[in-house]
């Protein structure tokens, strides 16, 4: 059985090697992704890889030996390399860490998807044979597999958070994903979350809802989970990847959203053996930003602000090839679970843009300089409403000087990676102010000093003296020394968040309130026990307690706050 399915991978092989499309992908993803590092004579791979499983595989298949590695490790015929032999690694070591390997004739191309494909990036050069990480089943005449390795690329929290749609396209060309079977995977994230504030009440950590504490308190800590997720990823057909999401999180906004959700539903069609061009359709992160997080468990304020996420299907077109990306997305106008939000409900009213390229330089081609962009045509800080969710809108009451206009976001950001050191700046800001960042009375009417003309309107901004954009600043960076034989995550991550302006507003209670500029800035660490379970610590320093609801009634941007978070990754 084991020899017809070597011979079948090999005319597999052969057939693939044969589509004149699949040389053009030359570069292997952006980010960060260094596995396989092509060049038509000669390559770099890593050892112990399941690049270097396969081009073994070829070797034994050709001198008649059957390998018990997948059948696209199969040798076509003609196909001649040489091998040297390398140490095995464990976990993310590997010794050496590259295998010269001489090839006579072109190999195929193989593909290590958007960001490196095995987030987070510090063991993006230590991959391993996808298969080692397979465990297989028959349900019913169906393979039912499980891949740590895809499971780490899609339910990252912190990484890849708007790369997902080509990593299964990736995952698929370079063996991770075998054809015709259904990948069941598991995500768990969480741990304890310790905070204290200067002023009662103020905690101003983000990606956590304040719900978890009593208004009086100045010190908090909570056992939490972030997220526990399942998925389940389809591979019938050569040109059909299907994905679901289902999860549950402690951390979801009070009793207006549901702790178990269908966060992803989708289809990608596309191939990238034969053609650079893909689509998707369905319930997914909208490609609009980058929004990675160095932290081992907190979002970034760039992540925590701008990161689109819909709620209704999302059709979006795109172009992956010599490592330039672009897709182009459109989904309906209404409010999307995050960020999303134009005027019309029920009619395609919004869409987005994005577009990144990657340069690769240095000895085997393992260093990275990437640039990337986008836009997203409308956004929730089109009004001066802040109710944050579905059900806040729906029975909740507008101000009643309601303020609403198109209010368009921007990004850009850029990125170096190489084996020891990452590091990366971006920055998104809305085109025009946040209406609700408008210094207004309670009823939601400027005040008197932000109209050009006092007698004039009040909802238009023309006549509305305020120039203030909502934007972020995320500079962050990262070392990732072996300890033990593996690499670990030290990170520096610093936000700095533009709100409004020094106003000095009083609220109707009589208090003075300000919500000018926000700070976060974290120290991580995090080590990999192995490829299943990821140990992570952080300090996070925060000045500004600006919640996005309701911010002119309680925001103070002088409030200070320590945190101490500590929790872990695991995957299957």
Known sequence: MKHHTLLGGAAALALIIAVPVAATHQNIGLRGAFTGQVDMQQTYVPAASWQQQRLQAQLNAAQGYQYNYAPAYASTSGYQTSYQNAAPSYGYAAAPDYVHVEQTQPRIQQYAGLRGLSAPRSVAYDRQDASTFDRNYDVGGITVRTNALHSRDMLDWQENITGKTVTLLANRANGTLQPNSVYLGGGFKGGLKWQTTEVDGQFPILSRFPFFSDRTDDTAGVFAIDNAALSFTSTFGDWTTMYLQTEYSETEYGSDQDEFQLRKAYVVFGNLEKTPFY?????????????????????????HYFNAVSDQPVLELG????????????????????????????????????????????????????????????????????????????????????????????????????????????????????????????????????????????????????????????????????????????????SWGNISDDTGNTTAFGTTTSFEKNQQHVLSAEYPINDYLEFGAEYVYNKGFIPFVAPQLVSNDETQAHAVNVGFKARF
């Open 319 to 494: 172009l992956y090839s010599n490592g330039f990306k672009v897709s182009a997305s459109a989904f309906s106008g209404g409010r999307q679970l995050r960020v999303g939000l134009a005027g019309e409900e029920n009619n395609i009213g919004n869409y987005a843009f994005n577009a990144e390229k990657e340069f690769r330089f240095g000895k085997s081609k393992r260093h990275a300089f990437t640039l990337g962009g986008g836009y997203l045509h409308d956004s929730i800080y089109r009004d001066n409403w802040t109710a944050h969710t579905f059900l806040g809108r729906e029975t909740g009451t507008a101000p009643a000087n309601f303020i609403e206009y198109r209010n368009s976001l921007v990004n850009g950001f850029a990125e170096y990676n190489s084996p020891f050191f990452d590091a990366m700046v971006e920055y998104t800001t809305t085109l025009k102010p946040w209406a609700a960042a408008i210094p207004q009375s309670a009823d939601g009417t400027p005040l008197p000093q932000f109209l050009i003309d006092p007698t004039g309107s009040t909802t238009d901004l023309s006549n509305i003296d305020f120039d203030e954009n909502l934007s972020t600043l995320v500079a962050q960076a990262r070392i990732k020394p072996r300890v033990f034989g593996r690499r670990m995550n030290i990170a520096a991550v610093g």
């Open 279 to 303: 689509a998707a359709f369905g319930r997914k992160t909208i490609d609009f930003g980058n929004f990675d997080s160095y932290n081992a468990i907190t979002h970034n304020e760039g992540a």
